[in-house]
């Protein structure tokens, strides 16, 4: 079954210590995203990607890094920089070129928890 | 910039009963579309319904409609003969038509807790 990959489901980090979530989709979908969320704010966009190799920053950019070197895979990586990690985060992916492509599919999501 | 708001944190409902949760949106574009997304406890977001902004007739699927006001900028989600699987978050979300950069943004309000009671 197509659909999207999203791991670790549970990680837990140090302060100053980089992370990296991944996000896998075998739908063949162009376009990939990123969001965070936490309680009472609900989905914030940290940064999406239409192909491979081009990415654009969502609303809270800072402190996170993608890359986007195949068509399946983006995956982001939390950076020291970024001040209050602890969150939610969900990654999906949508077609917008096919019939009902304006839908977006979520992954599982992966808890990030900084000690 | 576009935005979408929901303005009740929590909602309960009997179960059978019906409810109505309240989705507004700010926008200066004519075409776009509007969703209802489900979260229930496991965390998965689930496709509830769906609205194309062109379309003037309400989508429906199944125990799931919307009232969709264009010139109020407003997309409310009814569900009839609420079940206790029903209970979860429940997120109204807005995708425009401004292609930047080859794809669209989707934008999310901060969603609504559903109770269903027994």
């Known amino acids: 079954d197509g659909g999207i990959t999203q791991s670790p489901k549970y990680l837990f980090r140090k302060e100053g210590q980089n992370v990296t979530l991944s996000c896998e989709q075998n739908?063949?979908?162009?376009?990939m995203y990123w969001y965070r969320q936490d309680p009472g704010q609900g989905l914030r966009l940290i940064y999406y990607?239409?192909?491979?190799?081009?990415?654009q920053k969502g609303d809270i950019a800072e402190g996170y890094s993608v890359s986007r070197e195949k068509k399946e895979s983006f995956p982001l990586t939390v950076t020291s920089a970024q001040k209050n990690p602890t969150a939610f985060y969900l990654c999906?992916?949508?077609?917008?070129?096919?019939?009902?492509?304006?839908?977006?599919?979520f992954g599982a999501g992966s808890r990030l928890t900084v000690l | 910039a576009q935005t979408v708001t929901q303005s009740q944190p929590e909602m309960s409902v009997q179960e059978a009963e019906t409810v109505t949760l309240s989705c507004t949106y700010d926008?200066?574009?004519?075409?776009?579309?509007l969703f209802w997304y489900k979260q229930p406890p496991s965390r998965q977001m689930i496709l509830v319904i769906r609205?194309?902004?062109?379309?003037?007739q309400n989508a429906t699927e199944n125990r799931f409609s919307v009232n969709f006001q264009k010139a109020a900028k407003s997309f409310s989600l009814k569900i009839s003969d609420s079940q206790l699987g029903d209970a979860a978050m429940y997120f109204c979300?807005?995708?425009?038509?401004?292609?930047?950069?080859?794809?669209?943004?989707?934008?999310f309000g901060t969603g609504t807790r559903l109770k269903v009671l027994a």
């Open positions: 979300a807005y995708r425009g038509s401004s292609y930047t950069s080859g794809t669209y943004k989707y934008i």
């Open positions: 739908l063949n979908h162009d376009a």
């Open positions: 926008t200066s574009e004519s075409d776009y579309y």
């Open positions: 609205q194309e902004a062109y379309k003037q």
């Open positions: 999906a992916s949508s077609n917008p070129q096919a019939p009902g492509a304006n839908v977006l599919t």
């Open positions: 990607s239409q192909i491979v190799n081009d990415f």
